[in-house]
């Protein structure tokens, strides 16, 4: 029995990168084997064991091979005769399809380290155009690796073309595809990871909504926009809904069902295209109108949501080269005013039921007409 640690532990270390996680494989041993030395099994799909102390994962080298459509259509075969090159064959990048032994010596059968080098994304082998989910993954690759200068090599781009025309894409989960489409957008270079699909013809299969809208001017403002929202570190969900701005208000809510995105995404996406022209006129805004955006996003109980509304919009409107710092401000400045307002003096002067919350309303009413008045974004 032979243990070697694989992946991307092997490919992070030789760029000298920070390792979150490492896996191992087992060369020449049995599900028997490995259970009898303290191994706790969890692989429903293929023979996947728990160390015994460190609680990482030590997979049995295995082959693949395709028998149906989609990222789940595969049989795989693990046993002691599976070779240590004919796992990392079934992998999907040769930077990914690396190995390290006991002593620190790399087994690279496919070119892995020539690829670092030349900061090159390439598929180990014709194989990899059997699996849809590799479109998604090799586009977060480039997301993560863009800063360090790598690209997708012409020939994967193509299998990955062909994944694409295939329409497999569509076969994929929504919740497999979600996964790695929310760890791209978080990736230094979202924006890559965007291009990468435009390039191969995934994001007319993922996202046809956004796709049927895109001309030279949009997505390049797209583009930039996930870029921005990359270098000002803001969390998915603004960055989910810079990513669906130039979608049709009515489409936003049926895509993000279809994608089964979470609530808080799928929310800020749909306030985001509702709201925005409001945000924009906000210095016109007559003190009703301005209140009553403040209650569309409940800021007194949820005012996370509406920091994030202002980020998003500030993030598309710093494409056009304003500087909307000021109408940030000013909106930050109500959302204080609004929030400011006691219900304590108005319980003392004997409000309560529903006379109580029309109070309230009049009083920040009054508040946001006198805060409109010294004010100005």
């Keep these: 029995m032979q243990i070697y640690k694989v992946g991307g532990a092997v490919r992070d270390r030789l760029l000298g990168r920070p390792v979150s996680e490492t896996d191992w494989v087992v060369v020449g041993a049995s599900a028997e084997e490995m259970v009898a030395l303290g ?4 692989g429903a799909d293929f023979p996947v064991f728990l160390h015994p102390k460190t609680g990482e994962e030590y997979a049995l080298a295995r082959t693949e091979r395709k028998s149906g459509r989609g990222y789940g259509g595969f049989t795989f075969h693990a046993s ?26 790399v087994i690279d059968p496919y070119g ?12 180990v082998a014709p194989a990899f155009a059997e699996d849809p989910l590799r479109v ?8 993560r690796y863009a800063p360090l200068g790598f690209t997708v090599a012409e020939e994967t781009l ?30 230094p270079r979202p924006d890559v990871f965007v291009d990468v699909l435009a390039r191969c013809g995934a994001l007319a299969e ?29 969390p998915l969900t603004v960055r989910w809904a810079c990513l669906l701005l130039d979608v049709p208000a009515a489409q936003i809510a049926p895509l993000n069902n279809r994608c089964k ?59 056009e080269g304003e500087d909307a710092a000021a109408r940030t401000r000013y909106l930050q400045g109500a959302v204080d005013c609004a929030r400011n307002q006691s219900i304590q003096v108005l319980l003392e002067q004997g409000y309560q039921g529903a006379a109580l919350g029309e109070a309230l309303a009049r009083q920040r009413l009054e508040a946001l007409q006198q805060y409109r008045e010294t004010a100005h974004p």
């Design 158 to 187: 193509a299998l990955m073309r062909q994944l694409s025309e295939s329409g497999e894409l569509r076969d994929l989960t929504p919740e497999r595809s979600w996964k790695e489409i929310s760890r791209a957008l978080m990736e």
């Design 206 to 234: 993922l996202f046809p909504e956004l796709h049927a809208v895109l001309d030279g001017a949009r997505s390049q403002a797209l583009l930039t926009r996930l870029r921005l929202c990359a270098e000002h570190e803001q």
């Design 39 to 42: 191994y706790r099994p969890v």
């Design 261 to 319: 995105v979470p609530r808080e995404c799928a929310e800020l996406a749909q306030l985001v295209s509702q709201h925005r022209g409001a945000w924009l006129r906000a210095a016109e805004l007559p003190a009703e109108d301005l209140l009553a955006l403040l209650q569309s996003f409940d800021v007194y109980r949820r005012p996370q949501r509406f920091e994030q509304f202002l980020a998003a919009c500030e993030m598309a409107q710093r494409v």
């Design 80 to 105: 002691p005769e599976v070779t240590l090159e004919e796992d990392l064959q079934r992998r999907d990048l040769t930077i990914n399809a690396m190995a390290e032994d006991e002593q620190g010596r």
């Design 136 to 143: 998604l993954r090799v586009a977060r690759f480039a997301a």
């Design 112 to 123: 892995g380290q020539r690829d670092l080098q030349a900061r090159v994304l390439r598929h």
